[in-house]
Each structure stands twice: as structure tokens, then as C-alpha cells.
């Protein structure tokens, strides 16, 4: 009913940038909080950041004043600029968003399958 697509991701140089997006489509009636989060290999899920009307964005202490994060509500997307990467960012990035179907009034839980993050010493 609901597919999250992130893409973006890539092979950067430490210093570099990459802007990652995420599209939700489906049958979607309105979509609260939308976030992005990563996993490295042998680590736990993290949140990287996350945005909500009404609510101050919210960023890890790592990525903060490196990456921001923005929607197109319009177009039911969600993006991540990262800036200054570093080789400890290289992770797989999974768009998250709080969705109510049509018809609905409850709110979901999906994630997109991930993109791949990698950033060279």
C-alpha cells in the first residue's frame, strides 16, 4: 500500500557531500514525522535527524551543523544534505515516516530499504 524509496547514496572522498531523498507514495493520506536514520555494520539503528510540523527538527550530536534535513510535503519526499562527510558516516541510510492511509486514521510506521553510504579516508 506504502513504498518509501531512498536514493542518493554513494561512494565519497572524506570533506565531500552527498544529498540523499526519499520518496513515500502510495495510498497516503497525511504523513507526520519523517526521518532519516543509519545503521553501520555491527551497530545499532540510530536516528540522524528528523522533521515535524509544529516540533524543532531534530539532529544526532554527530551529524549536527554538518547535515540538514527538509521536505517537499507537496510531493511527499524527504531529504538529507550531508555535508563534511567523514568515514564514520558510512552507513546504510533508511528514510522513516509516521503515515495515515486513506480511509484511515491511524498512523504507520514504514521504512524504505536503505541506501548505501560510503565515505573514503
Known amino acids: 500500500q506504502v513504498q518509501l524509496v531512498e536514493s542518493g547514496g554513494g561512494l565519497v572522498q572524506a570533506g565531500g557531500s552527498l544529498r540523499l531523498s526519499c520518496v513515500a507514495s502510495?495510498?497516503?493520506?497525511?504523513?507526520?514525522?519523517m526521518g532519516w536514520y543509519r545503521q553501520a555494520p555491527g551497530k545499532q539503528r540510530e536516528l540522524v535527524a528528523l522533521?515535524?510540523?509544529?516540533?524543532?527538527?531534530r539532529y544526532a550530536d554527530p551529524v549536527k551543523g554538518r547535515f540538514t534535513i527538509s521536505r517537499d510535503n507537496a510531493n511527499n519526499m524527504v531529504y538529507l544534505q550531508m555535508n563534511s562527510l567523514k568515514p564514520e558516516d558510512t552507513a546504510v541510510y533508511l528514510c522513516?515516516?509516521?503515515?495515515?492511509?486513506?480511509?484511515?486514521?491511524?498512523?504507520?510506521?514504514?521504512w524504505g530499504p536503505g541506501t548505501q553510504v560510503t565515505v573514503s579516508s
Open positions: 502510495g495510498s497516503i493520506s497525511s504523513i507526520n514525522a
Open positions: 522513516n515516516a509516521g503515515i495515515v492511509l486513506v480511509g484511515g486514521w491511524r498512523e504507520y510506521d514504514y
Open positions: 522533521i515535524s510540523s509544529g516540533v524543532p527538527t
